[in-house]
């Protein structure tokens, strides 16, 4: 499982060939593709020829931002004007049109929660400035309806996995943009042994100077995206473009 690429091509890159060595059964891209400045052209085509290659995708709180008004502020304004004019507008629309929730088998995909891209499943953000976990009887209230034995999400940036009755709830963690100030990128394994299922989390390195050169070689955001790659933190966030998950 992947998520939460936010167009670095270089964390991508780096984690597809150990997803590949893997040889899964199925890839699943729980979203936020494409807003990000580490060449997310590039980015952006390599996960569609994933998708050709079959995995399920779902669209995050990010691909909302590709529809219509969908921008608000002015730096993703910016940005948005900044990536149309950079990348295939067919690749952009497809990702658009990606479907909220996705499931195969007893697998259920998505990126916030099964009613929004925009919020998240086992974290809730505190005024203190970080993720805290969720009360475990409102987490018991989400997803004891969905009758899934896995439910897979993002949104967060943060990997983590629990088990709510008989389903085992996994966040993947994030290809990019990391928030425990370890820049690696990440993905996480699932294999079904002896009928259960196992989580493995996944820390790659990858070349970030590199990713950090590309923005400031082609975008005006290098600042912000040079910050949040080599600290491995939302905290200097300068004239970067992340926004993912909100307070």
């Known amino acids: ?106 697998l259920l995909a998505f990126h916030g929660t099964p009613d929004s891209a925009w919020d998240s499943l086992l974290w809730v953000w505190d005024t203190g400035g970080y993720y805290r976990a969720r009360d475990p009887r409102t987490l018991r209230a989400q997803v004891e309806p969905l009758n899934a034995a896995v439910v897979v999400c993002g949104h967060t940036h943060r990997a983590g996995a629990t088990r709510v009755g008989d389903t085992l709830i996994v966040n993947a963690g994030a290809v990019s943009d990391q928030v425990d100030g370890d820049p690696r990128a990440r993905w996480t394994q699932l294999d079904r042994v002896n009928g259960q299922w196992a989580v493995t989390f996944h820390a790659t390195e990858y070349d970030i100077e590199a990713a950090v050169t590309w923005a400031a070689t082609h975008t005006p955001f290098s600042q912000g995206e040079a910050s949040l790659l080599r600290t491995g933190t939302m905290d200097a966030r300068g004239d970067g473009v992340w926004e993912g998950p909100q307070p």
């Open 1 to 106: 499982m992947i998520s939460d690429v936010h167009g670095n091509a270089f964390a991508l890159e780096a984690v597809l060939r150990e997803v590949r060595a893997a040889a899964p059964d199925l890839t699943v891209n729980l979203g936020d593709q494409v807003e990000g400045s580490a060449d997310p052209a590039r980015a952006l085509s390599m996960q569609a020829e994933l998708a050709r290659s079959g995995a399920l995708e779902v669209r995050g709180n990010n691909e909302e931002k590709l529809w219509p008004g969908g921008r608000r502020s002015p730096l993703s304004r910016s940005y948005g004007e900044w990536l149309t004019a950079n990348t295939d507008p067919a690749l952009l629309a497809r990702v658009a049109a990606l479907p909220l929730t996705a499931q195969a088998g007893d």
